[in-house]
């Protein structure tokens, strides 16, 4: 088989990963189990079909997850997502010691924690993987596929995580400012995504009378920041209740989860310096790649460039409402089959 050993060191992760997770639930915090044990259990009987809590609730109840232990829940949600990693594919040297490499075989260790209890993160995962298939169909007309990624990404806000509806607006408004001639692409795009984010945040402010981060990440921190479980609050140094405080709010919160220098502040949490580290390397790795496929003087194919448009609106759009650091990596977790895709753009098939 081509790339055997590429296929073989995938296998012994895939395993490795399993067998982690069937043991994570038993000496994981209980913190990390709070929303776990709600979905669970729904204590007040809230499953439905509509919002990310009720449909989770729903979907273990109706398919009997909901009694069974977390171990086995495990091992059927990690190898369930491990056999569409294989199906995304297995990238052309993926047994050499490259950084992209090493990033991704840490990622699945992140995937053995957050995919080994009941979550939410489960169902997001896999409407991802869906997200990749559609960008992945050999259609005649990019724009009617863009048009169908775009419409998928908006019923899934309606219906599961409205934040996702912002992500085509901000994934178009990278499209249009790297159309725009400058000797650094990325950068132009970065701040017109910005600025975006600003103006979005005014309207909100003016029509509901509270700025989009102010009216989230930060009122539920606010009753959070007593908490001695949540220490790793994203916090704007500044009120965000004026224009210039939500600007601040919005600049912090994108640093904080996508280039988070500060976070080496908790030199006494291993598992943020890690996270911080992951973090770091991956954002340098992805702003690569982006370039390469904006700069290449070769034809490329532009659902690449769009893979990226739309990866790089998502953190935007985690900039505005992520409220900690443990939710920041457990919602990138959440879109690692686009991670996945980017960090190997040129080595999948």
């Not at 050999?138 to 990624?149: G, Q, T």
């Not at 934040?163 to 795009?189: D, G, H, M, R």
């Not at 916090?235 to 500060?262: A, C, D």
């Amino acid at each position: 088989m081509k790339y055997s050993k590429a296929n073989s060191l995938f296998l012994i992760i895939a395993a490795l990963t399993l067998i982690f997770g069937f043991f994570a639930p038993e000496i994981l915090p209980d913190r990390y189990l709070f929303d776990a044990y709600r979905i669970y259990n729904d204590p007040f009987n809230q499953k439905g079909l509509i919002g990310s809590y009720p449909f989770t609730m729903w979907f273990y109840h109706f398919s009997g997850l909901n009694k069974i232990s977390f171990s086995i829940i495990s091992v059927i949600q990690i190898s369930t997502i491990l056999f569409f990693f294989y199906k995304q594919g297995i990238p052309y040297k993926f047994h050499k010691l490259y950084l992209s490499n090493i990033i991704i075989l840490a990622s699945f260790i992140a995937v053995s924690v957050y995919l080994s209890i009941p979550s939410k993160e489960f169902i997001n995962i896999i409407f991802i993987f869906f997200i990749v298939y559609v960008l992945r169909l050999k259609l005649k007309s990019n724009n009617i596929k863009m048009f169908l990624v775009f419409f998928i990404l908006l019923v899934f806000g309606l219906w599961f995580r409205q934040y996702y509806i912002l992500v085509p607006i901000f994934a178009v408004a990278s499209f249009i400012a790297s159309k725009i001639k400058t000797e650094n692409k990325i950068a132009s795009i970065i701040i017109t995504t910005f600025l975006l984010a600003f103006f979005l945040s005014a309207s909100h402010g003016f029509i509901k009378g509270e700025f989009m981060s102010e009216s989230t990440r930060e009122a539920l921190n606010k009753k959070r920041i007593k908490d001695p479980n949540s220490k790793t609050l994203i916090l704007s140094p500044i009120k965000t209740n004026s224009i210039l405080g939500e600007t601040i709010g919005i600049l912090n919160g994108y640093f904080s989860v996508n280039i988070p220098f500060q976070s080496f502040k908790f030199y006494n949490k291993p598992q943020v310096i890690l996270f911080t580290v992951w973090q770091l390397l991956l954002f340098v790795i992805l702003i690569q790649n982006y370039s390469r496929c904006l700069m290449s003087k070769e034809p490329i194919d532009q659902n690449k460039v769009w893979l990226f448009h739309i990866l790089f609106g998502y953190f935007m759009v985690q900039g505005i409402f992520e409220p900690d650091l443990g939710s920041s990596i457990k919602h990138k977790i959440g879109v690692l089959p686009l991670i996945y895709e980017a960090v190997f753009y040129k080595r999948l098939n």
